[in-house]
């Protein structure tokens, strides 16, 4: 029961910094109609941001995410601007040649980033980073003894409040609503006066900047090294098969899932096999949810 | 000439090693051209499914990591010669591949180049982490039938020569019209009386196949696999990808010609000192590039080329 | 025993009804006319017979079997194929490669589906073109091609949807002619089309709905003194 629970509350910190990067993944693939294959790429370079800061300059990562969102964003406007959109305007035989050309982005991200940091494996040893919280120093008889560890914390409540300044920012602003008329119907936007082509720029910077966070808010508690970019975006795309293409709250629920599920396999049946449990989860969505979760959510919705 | 070139090519790849044992080809270059001859099967199979039926895989790496486990398992477990392998995967491989297309042919377009692509790395962690039957991360290592190169030349040529065959006859009969019929619009295919999911599963079982008996191959010619090799995301299922990319997709010849672009530039990256490291970097760069300016490929764009460079040259 | 019978057919989208308890039936041989303004709901119908969307009530009964629950490709076999308001020409392939691919569902090799292709072709007045890569086609004869395309599966019924759309005159006198060809060969069709004056001349019966439910059937006359249609398609 105690370690059921442990388990628990570590998945859903876990969870909390998935959906972060499921939400960046979703954006694009709502608004542009494509996968990012270079997403968690990117993230990696955020991750290498928040390193380089302590590294020289002793900021704390958490502080990183003002820097590296930022910049994260610039490089997405950038790719979008100069690599994405003269493709999609490009005939093909394979209408795929958008995400094969991601994954060259990808490819050169990883490379560089093992030709001038080496492929060591890296860290911030912030001075927090084994610290926890323990259930029992605030209740003295509890039953059981939980845990909560600093850094899980504090990245879990970042991306709690990124992704509230998000909903915010898509809800409220102009350009947000603009963003979520393009997602859902771009010849209505364009009818609306919406100025697509640069919706399609920011969103692929805030899918970025989002991605970036998040690699910010992961490296105290990880280990960086370049080629982990692979890994987080199967993560980020498990994520949105299960959440619903193109659902923010789905990607919210779709991350904590995920984030739960594997830390459950990494408890009960080995370190090792969590991918294969992401890829398990992935299927069973496919297959028993082919909507993903917006499509629960959607049909609640109906009945009402 | 068009008509023969086929055959003229063929015969001198065939009677190519006697400049070997004139002392003309050495045994590095003869590997090279054995890489590019297997590269050139790999890159066919995945042209049949991507390029032809429009089914893009980003994990054509399981197919030739589970070929390549399929020769050493059959030795390392039951002692039998690896070259069994080479019929075995083409049993083993395709029946996987109907299991996997079972999954992964639900989905369409970008959906279905993930899921391939997680597939691939499903069975990499799995070959990993089942040491019973695949000997982990150590991987299997097996003796070499012969210590000279030229026999696995006639082998993988044989088999390159089989695989083109299989996919011209193919593509000139009902199954190709209906490969390409679904690559171009899914839905007017399936109301033209094409059953879309079952010649999805078809050319993905036959690449799949094919796919899985170079990497049988592999097994016998290298005599050393590991996870990490044979299911490579990057150096097998995107490698596979940019051999026909660069070469030319939905080219009969184009994945030969991807192929050489393909070994030469990994073998001339890797030479070069300080850069080997790189190699990913110019794979990666040159992939952008084709897919911006030549996105049918060498062959696929070759009018375009011969009007670029055209323009200036005494050919006009 | 009719050729297609549509039964108290149904199809909710989420919470909307696109089409709501529809029931009529086609007889071997006719022309029937679908019409309805915009949005009524007629295509959801052809998807719904040619087995792109199941329905969510009711049944489709194809020559007394039914057929609801097949996928499209078994449906065509059975000799029921269809056209594509938003043509979907198998864009890379020349226009004869179009119909041979469609001419392989009833033919025993490539040389008979080739020849069944070129008469197809012959008959819709494309065989001049029979070499143009589909996509560069100009838009009435990617029409036309729609319908060389199904007609090369060899069917019983044809569902033709807004096969006369953008043409000028004399291109939809040629496709007028060409349905009349298809009716004599003995080709049942159903056919929705905006084009009154056409749909008048040329269908025997026509079915109207409005808002996803049939409002009227009847001959070209009758349909043309119902009240209901014409406040349908006046009303507003």
Known sequence: MESFLQTLIAGVLLGGLYALIGIGMTLIMGVMKIINLAHGDLMMVGMYIAFWMFTLFGIDPYLSVFIAAPILFFLGVLMQKFLINPVLKVDSILPENQVILTVGIGMVLANLATILFTSNYRSTPVSYSTSAWYLSDYWHSAPIELSLSVTGTVSFIFAVVITLALWFFLAKTDTGKSIRATAQDIDAALLMGVNVKRMRVVTFGLGSALVGAAGCLFIPSYYLYPSLGGQFTLIAFVITILGGLGSTIGAIFGGLILGIFESMTATYVGMGWAPVGRFLIFVAALVFLPGGIASLLKKKGVRR | MKKYLPLIVLILLAVMPLAGLAGLLSSYILHMIILVIMWSVVGMAWNLLAGYCGQVSFGHAAFFGVGAYTAGILHSHLNLSPWWGIPASIVVVGLFSLLLGLIVLRLRGPFFALATLAMGEVMRISSENLDWLTGGNLGITLQRTWVDKTNYYYIILAIAVAAFLVVKYLMRSKIGYYFVAIREDQDAAESLGINTTLYKTIALCISGALTGVAGAFYTNYMGYIEPSVVFALHDISIVAIMTVMVGGVATFFGPFVGAIIMVLLAEVVRSIPYLGAAHLTFFGILLILIIIFLPNGIVGDFQKIKRIFGAGGAGK | ?236
Do not use: W
């Open chain 3, 1 to 236: 025993m009719s050729l297609l019978e549509i039964r108290n057919v149904s199809k909710r989208f989420g919470g909307l009804a696109a089409s709501s308890d529809i029931s009529f039936t086609i007889q071997k041989g006719e022309i029937l006319g679908l019409i309805g303004p915009n949005g009524a709901g007629k295509t959801t119908l052809f998807n719904i017979v040619d087995g792109f969307y199941p329905p969510t009530k009711g049944q489709v009964l194809f020559k007394g079997q039914v057929i609801s629950g097949l996928k499209p490709h078994q449906i065509c076999k059975l000799g029921l194929a269809r056209t594509f308001q938003v043509v979907k020409p198998l864009q890379r392939m020349s226009v004869l490669d179009n119909v041979i691919a469609s001419a392989f569902l009833r033919a025993k090799n490539k040389a008979e589906a080739v020849e069944i292709a070129m008469e197809t072709l012959r008959f819709t007045g494309l065989d001049e073109d029979q070499d143009v890569i589909s996509r560069g086609l100009p838009l009435g004869k990617r029409k036309k091609l729609e319908i060389a395309r199904a007609l090369a599966t060899g069917p019983e019924l044809l569902l033709l949807d807004e096969s006369f759309a953008g043409l000028n005159h004399s291109e939809l006198n040629e496709s007028i002619e060409i349905i009349k060809n298809i009716k004599a060969r003995g080709i049942t069709i159903m056919i929705i089309e905006h084009h009154m004056k056409v749909i008048m001349s040329i269908s025997d019966r026509i079915v109207v709905i409005n808002y996803g439910q049939k409002i009227a059937e009847g001959t070209p006359q009758e349909i043309r003194n119902n009240p209901l249609v014409v406040e349908a398609y006046l009303g507003e």
